[in-house]
């Protein structure tokens, strides 16, 4: 098996050159569970060198039908240790880190960064993610899911602390619509990792209405 092989239709996309580029990226996707699951299978594949996972929680049956990377025999495991197997098993040109640890301890490590990942379930953390990206200048992904409904923004220069900072629990999800989300956060990391363009600062927000449309709209953040 050689790269050139196992990513060929990406090398058929942007050539050699921006593929091989992907092999010196490193990100870090924090949270292991549905957002992080679809990130990590997406990412995990792409040829990014180098992936970080920050989880300390472990695999409940509950989470299994929309936390795409687990199954029944990972249930009492940790999320973060389970994903990084997984991807070395899926591509042997990855390097998957696992931190089974709260983001508090993983941010005074002093990691550093192409592109952190936002796949939590709290607004007090991602309001933490956004301060050490700030502080250390790097972009991130912030993204949320509910019921049918979800949101992703490319932060950059805007103010995440526009959000209300509270720690709200959806009341139930539907499997797809974590799906749908974490593909979106994937494919604009990836632009991003390739050099292509992406538009920064802008809060793009998913839902079906009540006639069962998709309704995709767009809202600029304020700067920071």
């Given at each position: 098996m050689t790269p050139e092989a196992y990513f060929n239709r990406q090398i058929q996309l942007w050539g050699e050159a921006t593929q091989k580029a992907l092999q010196?990226?490193?990100?870090?996707?924090?949270?292991?569970?549905?957002?992080g699951s679809t990130l990590a299978m997406a990412l995990g594949t792409?040829?990014?060198?180098?992936?970080h996972l920050v989880d300390f929680d472990t695999v409940s049956n509950h989470n299994i039908h929309r936390q795409i990377a687990f199954t029944l025999e990972d249930e009492g495991e940790n999320k973060a240790r389970c994903i990084a197997k997984l991807l070395e098993r899926k591509n042997p040109f990855v390097k998957a880190v696992a931190f089974d640890m709260p983001f508090d301890d993983f941010k005074g490590m002093g990691n550093t960064y192409d592109l952190i990942l936002d796949a939590t379930d709290n607004l007090p953390v991602r309001g933490e993610i956004d301060k050490v990206a700030k502080a250390t200048d790097t972009p991130w992904i912030y993204a949320s899911v509910e019921e049918f409904n979800g949101q992703v923004c490319f932060f950059q220069k805007?103010?995440?602390?526009?959000?209300?900072?509270?720690?709200?629990?959806?009341?139930?999800?539907?499997?797809?619509?974590?799906m749908h989300i974490g593909s979106l956060q994937a494919n604009l990391a990836l632009r991003y990792l390739a050099g292509l363009p992406v538009v920064a600062d802008k809060l793009y927000y998913l839902y079906f209405n009540d006639e069962g449309e998709l309704i995709t709209q767009k809202f600029g953040m304020p700067k920071a």
């Open positions: 010196q990226k490193k990100i870090a996707i924090i949270g292991a569970g549905g957002l792409s040829g990014i060198g180098e992936i805007a103010d995440f602390q526009v959000f209300n900072i509270s720690d709200h629990k959806p009341g139930g999800i539907a499997a797809p619509i974590v």
